[in-house]
């Protein structure tokens, strides 16, 4: 069963960000994550404003490689400077349907 990483970032710095993408892009891909989408290119159609500057999707295989990807001690470091430069809230989604 698939597993989402949907995440909305608003960097409140730049510092960080040249340094995290390419660690985060290959620790993803270790734990076998995919990104679905990173943009800035969205909007918001419903309920109170959330805003944010990123929107982003990752597809992992699994829940167990998401938060590995999480707990990877080689992604602490990035993890930090992201949740310290940014405003940002993570929600991993199984792929299921409760309602169907």
């Known amino acids: 069963m698939s597993f989402f990483s949907v995440l909305a970032v608003t960097p409140t710095t730049d510092a960080w960000v040249a ?22 290119s969205h909007e918001q159609v419903e309920g109170a404003e959330t805003p944010a500057a990123l929107r982003i999707v990752i597809q992992w295989p699994t829940r167990e490689a998401a938060l590995n990807f999480m707990a990877d001690p080689d992604y602490a470091p990035h993890l930090h400077a992201r949740t310290q430069g940014s405003e940002s809230s993570h929600f991993l989604i199984e792929g299921k349907d409760d309602l169907a």
Do not use: M
């Open 19 to 40: 340094d995290y993408i390419g660690p985060a892009n290959k620790l993803v891909a270790k734990h076998g994550g995919q990104y679905l989408a990173r943009t800035s």
